[in-house]
């Protein structure tokens, strides 16, 4: 021994006993969906706002008359939000697991007007939704114990 003393009995510093679920996980993955759709609303918004034309093919049946400009803006707000919400859920603030919850409702929304275009994917999607959504309303404080704050 080097003489520093024992060595410490819990694997992380500042943690005594987590009493977190293997619904933590679930949370992680949530939160790692949020920072992945973010980026993908970033990236599709920045490309509304350089080239417009490489979007602009797709919009035939849109349900609402918006310039391409206020949808790239939209999308890089939603993006930007997305990213943050996930990095809060990776940190377990209770303001990302209310925010996460707000933004997954709209998801399915938005999955659910979409189901007769896309059935399968609607599906899955919608699924993912409803499981993520219950691990962060209910055991999001699992994640924030995992670090050992309240």
């Not at 609303?41 to 919009?59: I, M």
């Not at 940190?91 to 275009?117: E, T």
């Amino acid at each position: 021994m080097n003489g520093s003393g024992p060595a410490p009995t819990t694997p992380y510093p500042g943690v005594e006993r987590s009493t977190a679920t293997a619904w933590a996980g679930w949370v992680l993955l949530g939160a790692l969906m949020f920072v992945m759709l973010g980026a993908v609303h970033l990236g599709t918004g920045l490309v509304a706002l350089a080239r417009p034309e490489v979007l602009a093919g797709g919009r035939a049946d849109q349900l609402l008359p918006v310039s391409m400009d206020a949808l790239a803006w939209f999308h890089i707000v939603l993006g930007a939000t997305a990213v943050i919400v996930g990095v809060g859920l990776v940190r377990g603030h209770g303001w990302a697991r209310l925010a996460a919850v707000l933004l997954a409702g709209v998801a399915a929304l938005v999955n659910f007007a979409f189901i007769a275009v896309w059935p399968a994917v609607s599906i899955i999607a919608l699924t993912m939704i409803t499981v993520v959504t219950y691990a962060v309303a209910v055991h999001g404080a699992e994640v924030a114990d995992a670090y050992g704050e309240t």
